[in-house]
């Protein structure tokens, strides 16, 4: 029975390559983003605890900045501490570090310099220390105000030489330096572009006070361990600082850094996940057909004294055969895969070494997982009907073991399944909680699916008497023989659509999801925004307050609001603490922003000593207009503030982030000085013309390249980009799933081919003519494929108005279908069917005959 597998095995092995490629797909984007990300992890590990001190002190950062809305503060410590720091018994040296990251430079051509990845421009000041992520590899030192050094790879990317001048846009302001040094990264470059000035430079231009500092760096004496010398420190300061030994600062670093390494990862296991879920219709339709092709086959062996068991083991052992050539080839081109992104990075600014590629145990056991796991499962089933062939079966017709078999238990378990699918996402259209409506959204979503894979064959034979219904009419008898081809075997068509038909559904109902974001959007813009211009970063970070001033001083600018966020820790009258992060406005909000109240006014909850939020937050802690909640800033200081009054606004539509928390800038800057403004506001005054206005405040921020005057126009441009770059990601990561199910479908046909080698013999004979014949096979193909596409569609708006209700719940109420893309799904199907026939229709116009006839 072995030698038996091994020779069918390799006497089949063409036929199995499509199923293979599934595998390959499926298992290199898995073990390629384990070794990416297993690299990258270590690559900065490395980073991390080498550039570390062995005792960092810091302020105290017990707030986090929620949402990404940052307050644009730096926090300092006295940089007098130093001296106390070094005085420690233990301690071998001590520096002052200051590092900040919310700065921009500008070249003298006015353009920004730095990475347009998301990564940081940090400013610091120079420290000669053995522990320094760079060299000085030429020029010289920063000797004092207006000289500093720039990164190497920044330099050769933005053509900066020595003796270049930049300008730093600071929050204590903007000044002028000249590019002196360069300096060269010794290690990882994190993808950041580096500014090095001298220390005292660095704390009155970066800071705006000389004695303060970001950090003290402190390294251990010989034989004194950093955790003991951390003890030591902390005695000597007392309360007030956070202390982090190296391997905790390097732990710190790492979390941070792990946000956007996960994000790669995930996305490309969902790459794996969906070749995976698209690979099993492709290798259980497979070995079904190779079954039913086996059946005079496995009946002689049976004949011959096989029992069941064997054959089923040798059918498994195939697919084992398969998974392992499938894994191993996959492994490799996971390799492939995680070079190819590391060459990426490299080009995206993140300098990683390929020759240090990380490759452990778990790749390769992952990958056989997944590639031998998916071709044994998807080849069970197959494998139980294979043991069930009797010894008869040897003198049948091959046909007898796939057709005419009933439906009736797919009947029942498809419309359970449906049942439960739709009692789920009815559910989910009632349900008042955003939590459980996505619990009820998700069990919905995997009902119908699953119910669909198993009702689908039911559905072949009506809706594909619709889809090709014109076929004899418009291609005479070709386009009949087509139709009925189609329908010949109804489980076999199912499989082969299902595959087409998860891709195009997911297409379908992501595509209703962001049609319905980007329409819910527009409205709340149309809605909520009041202004005539609002000046923002284009990275959406704090600005410095020049720039507000700039904006005041542009002729005919009427009202000028300022919006800035931060971070505050609330003790609710329900006794909860929340941290979250905060708005603060000036006077005027009301002109730039139209605000619904449910109680109270803008003037109640902007006047000295009050705060707002929203009504549904405050109702779900038992808060009203007149409670008192007690607010803690960054700095420690805390405030006890009256509520004023609570919006009447969506979700979607709040200040900040949770609770939707808003103050006076006033407020603010009583109890948290120093921040920098996320937005300006402003309107034109009078009877001024905003086209003008809006091209005078463009010259006068023109100094200011990363600021950018948006109008209604341009953020719902901006919001239609930011949903387009997410949907675009999902349709590449879909466009797998489609390009499996291609294969399938040219698998299918294929083997169809195949079987029915005979049959084409014959009609050649009675004069059907090659172009007659190459016909039928790609009409069969677009049948199948508008088949699978119209089962997608349906189930994708389904699936598309169930996410829009989730949507609803956080704000985002209105509905949105696509239709150019529903029309492109319907068009891209029938050119998917004219493209997975290509092969096999012209493999069957050059049979031979004779030879075809003779076919056993």
């Keep these: ?115 347009t990845t998301g990564a940081p421009t940090i400013a610091t000041n120079w420290n000669d220390t053995e522990r320094s992520p760079v060299d000085l590899t030429s020029g010289h030192l920063p000797r004092g105000p207006g000289e500093a050094l720039l990164d190497a790879d920044t330099a050769e990317r933005e053509g900066i030489a020595i003796g270049d001048g930049l300008r730093v846009v600071a929050r204590p302001g903007t000044f002028p330096v000249t590019v002196v040094g360069i300096m060269t990264f010794t290690t990882t470059n994190p993808g950041a572009a580096l500014l090095a000035l001298d220390t005292p430079t660095a704390q009155t231009k970066l800071l705006g006070r000389p004695g303060a500092a970001t950090a003290i760096m402190a390294e251990a004496s010989p034989g004194i361990a950093d955790t003991r010398l951390k003890q030591r420190i902390a005695d000597e300061l007392g309360p007030g600082y956070d202390l982090a030994t190296r391997d905790e600062r390097a732990e710190s670093q790492a979390a941070e850094l792990g946000g956007f390494l996960d994000v790669i990862k995930y996305v490309m296991l969902g790459f794996a996940g969906i070749a995976v879920l698209v690979g099993v219709f492709l290798i259980v339709n497979t070995f079904s057909m190779l079954i039913a092709q086996r059946t005079r086959e496995l009946g002689l062996l049976r004949a011959l004294g096989a029992d069941r068991r064997q054959v089923r083991r040798s059918v498994l052992t195939e697919a084992l055969l398969l998974g392992l050539a499938g894994s191993t080839s996959g492994l490799v081109a996971g390799i492939g895969l995680a070079a190819g992104l590391i060459s990426l990075m490299s080009l995206l600014g993140m300098n990683l070494d390929a020759a240090e590629m990380v490759i ?21 089933l197959p494998a139980r009907r294979a043991a069930r062939v009797s010894p008869m079966a040897a003198l049948a017709d091959i046909e007898v073991a796939e057709v005419g078999r009933p439906l009736r238990i797919r009947a029942i378990v498809g419309s359970v399944l449906a049942a439960g699918g739709t009692a789920a996402l009815a559910g989910c259209a009632q349900a008042t909680e955003t ?54 075997n109804p489980r076999r068509t199912g499989a082969t659509a299902a595959a087409l038909m998860v891709g195009l559904a997911l297409v379908t109902g992501l595509s209703v999801a962001g049609e319905s974001m980007t329409k819910s959007f527009d409205q709340q813009i149309d809605r909520q925004l009041g202004s005539d211009f609002v000046v923002q970063n284009r990275n959406f970070h704090p600005f410095p307050q020049e720039i507000t001033e700039r904006v005041r001083g542009v002729d005919g600018v009427g009202t000028v609001v300022r919006e800035r966020f931060a971070p505050l820790r609330i003790r609710l009258p329900d006794r909860k603490t929340v941290r979250t992060t905060g708005a603060a406005f000036d006077p005027g909000l009301d002109q730039v922003v139209n605000m619904e109240y449910a109680a109270g006014n803008t003037a109640s909850a902007l006047a000295d000593g009050r705060i707002g939020l929203q009504k549904a937050y405050a109702d779900e802690h038992g808060i009203r207009p007149g409670s008192r909640v007690r607010a803690e800033f960054a700095n420690g200081r805390t405030a006890e503030l009256t509520v004023g009054a609570l919006t009447d606004m969506e979700s979607g539509e709040g200040f900040g982030t949770r609770g939707g928390f808003f103050m006076s800038m006033a407020t603010l800057e009583k109890y948290l000085p120093g921040g920098q403004d996320a937005a300006v506001y402003a309107n034109a005054s009078g009877r001024t013309d905003p086209q003008p206005l809006r091209d005078r405040l463009e010259r006068a921020l023109d100094a200011f390249p990363q600021v950018q005057v948006r109008d209604q126009a341009d953020y719902k441009e901006l ?14 990561l879909l466009g797998l799933a489609i390009v499996i199910a291609v294969l399938g479908v040219v698998n299918t046909l294929a083997l169809s081919v195949v079987e029915r080698t005979r049959e084409i013999g014959l009609l050649r004979a009675i004069g059907l003519s090659r172009r007659q014949l190459r016909r039928m096979i790609r009409l069969e193909s677009v049948v199948i494929a508008v088949f699978g596409a119209v089962l997608g569609l349906a189930l994708g708006f389904v699936w598309g108005f169930s996410v829009q209700q989730v949507l609803a719940l956080e704000g985002m109420k209105a509905l949105a279908v696509p239709w150019p893309t529903v029309v492109a799904v319907v068009a ?4 998917v069917g004219l493209a997975a026939a290509l092969l096999p229709a012209l493999r069957a116009s050059r049979m031979n005959v004779l030879a075809a006839i003779a076919h056993e």
């Design 360 to 380: 452990g145990w778990a790749p390769p056991v992952a990958a056989y997982a997944v590639g031998v796991g998916v071709t044994f499962v998807a080849a069970y």
């Design 828 to 831: 891209g199907s029938v050119v």
């Design 435 to 488: 939590a459980r409506a996505s619990t009820l959204l998700l069990l919905g979503l995997v009902l119908t699916l699953v119910a669909m894979v198993v009702a689908g064959p039911l559905l072949v034979r009506p809706v594909i008497r619709v889809v090709g219904g014109a076929f004899p009419r418009v291609f005479g008898p070709v386009g009949r023989m087509s139709q009925r081809n189609a329908l010949r």
């Design 1 to 115: 029975m072995l030698r038996a597998t091994l020779r069918s095995f390799f006497a089949h092995q063409g036929r199995l390559l499509l199923s293979a490629l599934a595998v390959v797909l499926s298992v290199a984007f898995v073990s390629g983003s384990l070794i990416f990300s297993d690299t990258v992890n270590r690559t900065f590990d490395q980073l991390f605890a080498s550039t570390s001190a062995d005792v960092t002190v810091a302020p105290p950062s017990e707030f986090d900045e929620a949402g990404g809305l940052s307050s644009g503060r730096v926090e300092t410590l006295p940089a007098e501490l130093r001296r106390r720091v070094a005085a420690v018994a233990g301690v071998a040296d001590a520096q002052i570090d200051v590092r900040v990251e919310n700065i921009t430079l500008v070249d003298e051509r006015n353009e920004p310099v730095g990475p």
């Design 719 to 732: 919001v239609r980009g930011q949903i387009a770059v997410l949907l675009y990601l999902v349709y590449a």
